[in-house]
């Protein structure tokens, strides 16, 4: 996962567009000891500048553990653009080149979802694929695959409703299975692509067994590793596998 280290010098330069008091507001629900600072005020004559207090801020920061550094620049840049948000765009487009990207105004590592990608999805599974990566981001690994299965589950239930399919399904993979072969027709279109009728059944009848044992994957890591209180023994690997399987079921179930 990225480090926040470089994308500072990022949000520092958003940061310092924003109000002096907002600044101290920003540093301080980010989670730094505003006493240190107390004695920078913005005054109409020998006040401290912005640019004083933001040497101070970084002060602060140099002593913060890197976890808890990376947490500061994380919440900096989402105070930053509830106050702000049409700085959202240089933002997002300069973050990326740190390897981050902003998902529902949270800041996510790109290696995890490229927000662009889900610009089509529809809202509620999108708002739980960026809870699902920003619980991965803060190290609850517990509730990111909680969150990745609560996106397919929101998109199941849209696809149930669409398509008119009847009571709930009796397990996570057979609501999936069931959302899936309402949604999916492979043989036709790849068939009108030229491929000759054999190869496209096999083929579209082996992506959907490769969908099914996702699910499977998916419904077993929820039950034995999707623990919001993080009481159960996790191997995070696995847990980037399970919000990597949540895009794609999510992409195929709403993205028609």
Same mark, same amino acid.
């Given at each position: 996962?990225?480090?926040?280290?470089?994308?500072?010098?990022?949000?520092?330069?958003?940061?310092?567009?924003? @109000?002096?008091?907002?600044?101290?507001?920003?540093?301080?629900?980010? %989670?730094?000891?505003?006493?240190?600072?107390?004695?920078?005020?913005?005054?109409?004559?020998?006040?401290?500048?912005?640019?004083?207090?933001?040497?101070?801020?970084?002060?602060?920061?140099?002593?913060?553990?890197?976890?808890?550094?990376?947490?500061?620049?994380?919440?900096?840049?989402?105070?930053?653009?509830?106050?702000?948000?049409?700085?959202?765009?240089?933002?997002?487009?300069?973050?990326?080149?740190? %390897?981050? #990207?902003?998902?529902?105004?949270?800041?996510?590592?790109?290696?995890?979802?490229?927000? *662009?990608?889900?610009?089509?999805?529809?809202?509620?599974?999108?708002?739980?694929?960026?809870?699902?990566?920003?619980?991965?981001?803060?190290?609850?690994? %517990?509730?990111?695959?909680?969150?990745?299965?609560?996106?397919?589950?929101?998109?199941?239930?849209?696809?149930?409703?669409?398509?008119?399919?009847?009571?709930?399904?009796? @397990?996570?993979?057979?609501?999936?299975?069931? *959302?899936?072969?309402?949604?999916?027709?492979?043989?036709?279109?790849?068939?009108?692509?030229?491929?000759?009728?054999?190869?496209?059944?096999?083929?579209?009848?082996?992506?959907?067994?490769?969908?099914?044992?996702?699910?499977?994957?998916?419904?077993?890591?929820?039950?034995?590793? #999707?623990?919001?209180?993080?009481?159960?023994?996790?191997?995070?690997?696995?847990?980037?596998?399970?919000?990597?399987?949540?895009?794609?079921?999510?992409?195929?179930?709403?993205?028609?």
């Amino acid at each position: 996962m990225p480090t926040t280290a470089a994308a500072w010098g990022t949000v520092r330069a958003s940061l310092v567009q924003v @109000s002096f008091a907002d600044i101290k507001t920003i540093a301080g629900l980010a %989670g730094l000891d505003l006493i240190p600072l107390a004695h920078l005020q913005q005054k109409p004559e020998k006040g401290a500048t912005k640019e004083q207090l933001l040497s101070a801020v970084e002060g602060q920061l140099g002593h913060l553990e890197p976890d808890a550094r990376q947490r500061f620049v994380i919440l900096v840049a989402e105070e930053v653009l509830k106050r702000r948000p049409d700085l959202r765009e240089a933002l997002e487009e300069q973050l990326a080149r740190h %390897g981050w #990207g902003l998902l529902e105004n949270h800041l996510i590592p790109l290696q995890v979802f490229d927000p *662009a990608d889900l610009a089509s999805v529809p809202d509620l599974p999108r708002a739980d694929l960026a809870r699902a990566a920003q619980r991965f981001r803060d190290g609850d690994l %517990g509730g990111a695959i909680a969150a990745a299965c609560g996106a397919v589950d929101s998109a199941v239930a849209a696809v149930y409703a669409d398509y008119r399919l009847g009571e709930p399904a009796r @397990s996570f993979q057979e609501g999936c299975n069931r *959302a899936l072969a309402a949604v999916m027709e492979l043989e036709t279109p790849l068939r009108e692509l030229g491929w000759d009728t054999e190869t496209a059944a096999k083929f579209a009848g082996n992506f959907r067994g490769a969908l099914s044992q996702g699910a499977f994957v998916m419904q077993t890591l929820r039950s034995k590793m #999707g623990d919001v209180h993080g009481s159960k023994p996790i191997l995070k690997p696995l847990v980037f596998d399970v919000l990597k399987w949540a895009e794609l079921f999510v992409r195929t179930l709403t993205v028609r």
